[in-house]
């Protein structure tokens, strides 16, 4: 007989399992085993992958849930009186599965879902009883495992033989018939401790006792015994304690024998137990019979019971239809044809015609009819909140979906492959990704849910798994290291997983002073280094917890709640357990809609752009666009200003040349280092281009050594070549390099006649080894058979083997293409709106501070803060008086400074104006300190002035920092009340005693980066200016003049740190630093990272020397051979001849808070 | 009860349990069925690595609880406790997991308490 486990905890029984369901699947297989339980801690979060586990394995899934249960006596909204595995039942058409879903729901229905909520996951004692029968046949369709966890098993403690009694009768007595089992697991700890086989012995007496069926499990936490220290690490992640608080308490597993173990292992078990008990071989046998028994009951049917693979829409009634839906479908693709055709006809409409009737019949045949009909409604219906929206991804190569408005790219204008998106080999619901506006998202999501049904809708989740800084923090917290200590080597943690920690540590030379300190821990004694590193490794990629994805709603019909689990999202809205590898296994529609933050920044610059200008011909005339035929301004503006962006013809001349000029902060996917380096090279000159160098910046391109040849070719260094000339039409757009998933597919079909659809197929399999295998073997013979040469084919093949898993789909680059270029024609015609836009959506990788030195560099004013000008959003202002009278600035928004609650701002805001800080303090009801920071951050400078009087901004914050410290009622004899209703103007700031000196611009720049984390009075590298002179430093806007391979020493702020992956697998190190002229982007190969060490991701200011590479007419680059941290002034390369530098002070002394200024935590 | 970290030479079963063993250089024969279970370690401190893959015996070991009377002495094996009084000691042996070697831990022997 075999055996089966029914109490198994996965990996994704977050901080408690340690082994994936792969692992444990195939290890019961290869034990004999014909059937596997998944019983997640809280969640079915790893069952979906238990089921495909078990499905690889050829063996029988069984689905449960180890949860809390309340204490019946005690307080039900937070005492727990113990866990029980809850089974359910199969082959039952889904009613245990169902059953199962509903009691977990159940279980997170009172939870906050927010961390560290006050009420756990759990149900009640009557809540469980009510879903173990089911509701229709009241038939038992869930089984409840009493073990050592349970309020039974934890009252065996000491000698208390009555109260495990009483409990165990109390569940008999409130559970239906036939539902409840005794759990018997012994982890054979010390004799009469919890999982001893003494406990599990007077739990089998008391199913005798009650005639109740045992069974026998081993709690499983880990596949293999090596599984139990890791399961130790996790403990103390869940618990927050260190092991040897632990171990006090004691709160760790009792041993570390909660493994998988073998069929023959738990025979022993149950041997010893039985034995220990008194019984007999009769009762060994019958104890693993009822086990096997129960494990029978509860085999799966994926399909029957869970339906495996089975899609599931809304039904059509919901979305307004009351006919077949694939005529409805059609009805409105025919009607699109007008609205996106207008006056098609002749061969044209042909093609039109011919294209819908290819794709509606691979719909209707796969049967997605209504799928489209959904999406078509979730987008109609966002664009009618008036949201900006824009569908992306594959979806793009849909002429169906441009029928039906679910996206705005014509497929047959960019020759898009329908196939690429959907086809009769394909039989999963496609992705339909759509673009919201950032802000706006959550909006949408409560949108969908009200117009779709709470039964029909929930969010998706997704697993966050241990990366290499987390596992080096929970390592550390496990061995009761000190916090700052394993922070600092956290700092140096970079882009690798955890699992190749000790190879890393010999390779990255950021670590080395770290690895110097593990290799020396013989001679110091401390082994806590080297332990670290290891237990670090065995966190790696475990899951952590889930949380809402940041776009996925799934939609069902009424039955969705039946199939997922949901609970609580930290929005509130609730959230499926499942995450996306899960929802084509469990047949889930997913609707992608992304909210993305340039959305809403160019949404809130068009509102600026209006709110500054009155009408269409101020706007014209501010953004310098084209005047029209008949002078009135190009249609594309509304009479009262407003712009339409996605009517803005696609060829401006203005914004190419903005894009070519490379100074593209802030533009949608054209600002990174990297890619500002490629643009510059590249030159583009048209729309083609943009989607062109999208999709060349990618890993695929960039490791494949397209880029370069491309490049040659497109300048014409270098002639065209193309393999065959069969292929020219296919590779001629990007000059005969292969860029384009669109140009794979094209390829295969040309040179093998194998049909779209099964060119995409091989095109998916060129991502395994297996797959390439198979696809390399019909590509080569059926080349062959069609007359190409051998090395035409070697050729071909070569170039479709190295890129074909990574190259980017065309589609999705033309989607991209069109946000990139609307945020550059914004930001060349209304860089004023579309800053402020940039500033107050924050949709770059860069901090906020580089967008106040691009500002900076445009001559664009920043207005200070003022308690009656500034808003909470940042705002375009006219300038009334002084040298820049007339221009357009930015003023800088309350929103954001330290310490300022969202309240106050609320409060500050619809007071407005003030007309002295007591009116302030009145009617805003400002806490204290944060009425001294605005007065740090100059926010009442202008009233002062009004005020009069002789004192300075220091004074205020000296006086205000006074009143803070004292307690009680005021003593301050500045204060007066009831000044209010004298028309007296600021009596406290004019009498304000004078005394300090005026703080220096350096102070004010401190206070400014301490609390709104950007540089506005000055740049904060000005302070280090003397220094850099001394050192000979060369200023970003001087790079462009210098010959290509000068040697230069530069310096400034690190706005940007990236690691883009590289030909030949080799590790670059991409640095940007900020000097107030503009940015210097430099790049460290292997032998630079080796000298610069820990400075390559710790450090904030950086001197580094190096060369210049010219990238491009207007882009130049630095290739790094050193670097200094330039607050350590005495480790500078100064000069011989120079005179000693003096210590000033600088912006960012003794500020010790992270702050968000160098693009990661720093 | 005293702690001890004392080697002893265990003969084991086919199945593994003790059967005999010989400690301090005199032989001894278990006279009842032993008890076995596992305890923790604070594997944190004891240890400098813990790599992936160490397999079992990092966070327990097995504990042996045998019950065992001299051979060979004074009394004839099998053999009521004779004049001199010879009560069975009560031991409890650990196995080290990787080497396979046995240590002493405690000597449980009844009225007084034996250390080393």
Known sequence: ?1162 | MGMFSESVDVVCSASGQPESLTWAGRPYALCAEPVRWYERRQWWAEDSRAPLGSGAGVVDHEIWRVQVLPVGRTSRPGAPEDAAGVEPLTLDLTRHIRSGRWRLLRIHDGLRHRTA
């Open chain 1, 1 to 1162: 007989m075999s055996f089966t486990h029914l109490h198994v905890s996965t990996a994704f029984s977050a901080h408690y399992g340690v082994s994936w369901p792969e692992e444990l699947a195939m290890a019961a297989a290869a034990d004999g085993a014909t059937a596997l339980a998944c019983t997640d801690r809280d969640g079915l979060y790893g069952t979906i992958k238990h089921l495909k586990a078990c499905m690889a394995a050829g063996i029988d899934p069984i689905v449960g849930v180890d949860l809390a249960v309340f204490d019946d006596d005690g307080d039900h909204r937070t005492q727990v009186s113990g866990r029980v595995v809850v089974l359910a039942r199969g082959h039952n058409n889904g009613a245990g599965y169902r059953a199962l879903c509903r009691l977990v729901s159940d279980a997170h229905a009172r939870t906050s879902g927010k961390a560290g909520g006050a009420v756990p996951a759990a149900v009640t004692r009557a809540e469980l009883a009510s879903r173990t029968l089911d509701p229709q046949t009241l038939k038992p369709v869930l089984t409840v495992l009493l073990g050592p966890d349970s309020d039974v098993g934890r009252a065996m403690g000491g000698r208390r033989y009555l109260r495990p009694r009483t409990l165990f009768k109390q569940w008999v007595d409130a559970m239906p018939a036939g539902t409840v089992v005794a759990e018997i697991v012994s982890q054979l700890s010390a004799p009469g401790t919890p999982f001893s086989t003494a406990h599990a012995v007077r739990m089998l007496r008391l199913a005798e006792e009650h005639h109740i069926p045992a069974i026998i499990t081993n709690a499983v936490r880990y596949c293999a015994a090596d599984g139990a220290p890791t399961a130790d690490v996790l403990d103390s992640a869940r618990t927050l304690k260190s092991l040897p608080e632990l171990a006090g308490e004691p709160l760790l597993q009792p041993t570390g024998q909660g493994w998988l173990k073998t069929r023959e292992q738990m025979l022993g078990l149950g041997r010893e137990i039985i034995s220990a008990a008194g019984y007999g071989a009769a009762d060994l046998k019958q104890l693993m019979a009822q086990t096997e028994a129960l494990a029978d009951l509860c085999r799966i049917d994926p399909v029957n019971d869970m339906g495996w693979k089975q899609p599931v829409v809304p039904e059509a009634s919901v979305i307004g239809i009351n006919q077949d839906p694939h005529a409805e479908l059609i009805q409105r693709c025919q009607a699109g044809i007008g609205r996106r055709f207008p006056g098609v006809n002749g061969m044209a409409e042909q093609a039109v015609l011919a294209r819908l009737d290819h794709e509606l019949g691979i719909i209707h045949n796969l049967g997605f009819s209504s799928y489209f009909l959904t999406v078509a409604e979730v987008s109609r219906m966002i664009q009618d909140m008036g949201v900006r929206a824009a569908a992306r991804g594959s979806g793009a190569s849909s002429l169906v979906n441009y029928l039906i408005e679910v996206s705005h790219v014509n497929p047959l204008q960019h020759d898009l492959i329908f196939e690429r998106f959907l086809s009769n080999d394909r039989a999963t619901l496609p992705d339909i990704d759509i673009d919201v506006e950032s802000a706006e998202r959550h909006n949408v999501y409560r949108r969908i849910f009200e117009r779709f049904g709470s039964e029909r809708v929930t969010l998706m989740s997704m697993q966050n798994g241990y990366r290499a800084r987390g596992a080096v923090r929970d390592a550390g917290l496990a061995l009761g290291m000190d916090d700052d200590e394993v922070g600092e080597i956290a700092k140096q943690l970079w882009r690798f997983s955890a699992r190749k920690f000790r190879e890393a540590l010999q390779e990255k030379p950021e670590l080395r002073e770290f690895a110097g300190r593990v290799e020396r821990r013989d001679t110091d004694g401390n082994q806590q280094l080297d332990l670290l590193v290891d237990l670090t490794e065995r966190l790696d990629r475990l899951p952590r917890h889930i949380s809402m994805h940041p776009c996925g709603v799934i939609l069902g019909d009424a039955t969705l709640l039946d199939r997922t689990p949901v609970q609580p999202s930290g929005l509130g809205l609730p959230m499926s357990q499942f995450d996306k590898h899960d929802m084509d296994p469990m047949g889930m529609l997913k609707l992608d809609v992304l909210g993305v933050r340039m959305q809403s920044a160019m949404a809130f610059a068009v509102r600026e752009i209006i709110r500054i200008h009155p009408g269409k011909e101020e706007v014209v005339a501010a953004g310098g666009h084209p005047q029209g035929p008949d002078g009135s301004g190009p249609d594309y503006i509304a009479a009262d200003g407003r712009i339409d962006l996605n009517a803005v013809p696609l060829d401006d001349e203005a914004t190419y040349e903005l894009i070519r000029s490379t100074h593209t902060l802030g533009c949608f996917q054209i600002e990174s280092p990297g890619q500002r380096e490629l643009i510059g090279k590249m030159a583009p000159r048209e729309f083609n281009d943009l989607i062109i160098d999208i999709s060349l910046f990618r890993p695929g391109p960039m490791k494949s050594d397209m880029v370069r040849p491309f490049l040659e070719h497109r300048h014409g260094f270098a002639p065209e070549v193309y393999p065959h000339p069969d292929l020219k039409p296919v590779l001629q757009e990007t000059h005969g390099v292969t860029v384009f998933h669109e140009q794979i597919l094209k390829t295969l079909d040309t040179m093998t006649g194998c049909g779209l659809a099964k060119a995409d197929e091989f095109r998916r399999s060129l991502g395994s080894e297996s797959g390439e295998a198979q696809v390399e073997e019909y590509f080569r013979r059926n080349a062959k058979g069609r007359g190409y040469s051998p090395d035409v084919v070697d050729k071909v093949w070569g170039t479709l083997k190295s890129f074909a898993s990574f190259g980017f789909c065309k589609a999705h680059g033309a989607a991209f293409a069109v946000p990139t270029y609307q945020s550059a024609w914004l930001k060349a015609h209304h860089p004023e709106a579309f800053l402020a836009g940039l500033w107050e959506h924050d949709p770059g990788m860069y901090p906020k501070r580089l967008l106040v030195a691009e500002a900076r560099r445009l001559g664009i004013p920043i207005l200070p803060l003022d308690i009656n000008r500034s808003k909470a959003e940042y705002r375009v202002e006219r300038i009334a008086s002084g040298q820049d009278a007339g221009k357009l600035g930015i003023r800088l928004s309350l929103n954001g400074i330290y310490g300022l609650s969202a309240a106050e701002l609320k409060r500050i805001v619809a007071g407005q104006p003030y007309d002295s800080l007591a009116d302030l303090r009145a009617r805003s009801r400002l806490s204290k300190p944060s009425i001294r920071r605005l007065a740090q951050l100059g926010a009442f400078d202008s009233l002062h002035r009004e005020a009069g009087g002789p004192a300075n901004r220091a004074d205020l914050v000296h006086h205000l920092q006074q009143l803070q410290s004292s307690t009680g009622p005021r003593k301050g004899t500045d204060v007066v009340d009831g000044q209010l209703s004298l028309p007296l103007g600021d009596i406290e700031l004019r009498n304000l005693k004078p005394g300090l000196p005026a703080p220096t611009l350096v102070e004010n720049v401190r206070a400014e980066l301490d609390l709104m984390a950007v540089d506005v009075s000055t740049h904060l590298m000005e302070s280090h200016r003397p220094l850099l002179e001394k050192l000979g430093v060369t200023t970003a806007d001087q790079l462009l003049n210098l010959r290509n391979g000068t040697e230069v020493l530069v310096a400034g702020v690190r706005v940007a740190t990236q690691t883009p992956p590289m030909r030949g697998g080799r590790r670059v190190v991409f640095i940007s630093i900020d000097d107030g002229t503009g940015c210097v982007d430099s790049v460290f190969f292997h032998e630079a990272q080796e000298t610069a060490g820990p400075l390559l991701f710790g450090t904030r200011l950086l001197l580094i020397r190096g060369t210049t590479r010219r990238t491009g007419p207007r882009g130049i680059s630095l290739s790094a051979s050193m670097a200094w941290d330039l607050s350590r002034t005495e480790t500078l390369p100064f000069p011989e001849s120079a005179a000693a530098v003096e210590d000033v002070p600088h912006p960012l002394d003794g500020i010790s808070r992270a702050l968000a200024i160098t693009g990661f935590n720093g």
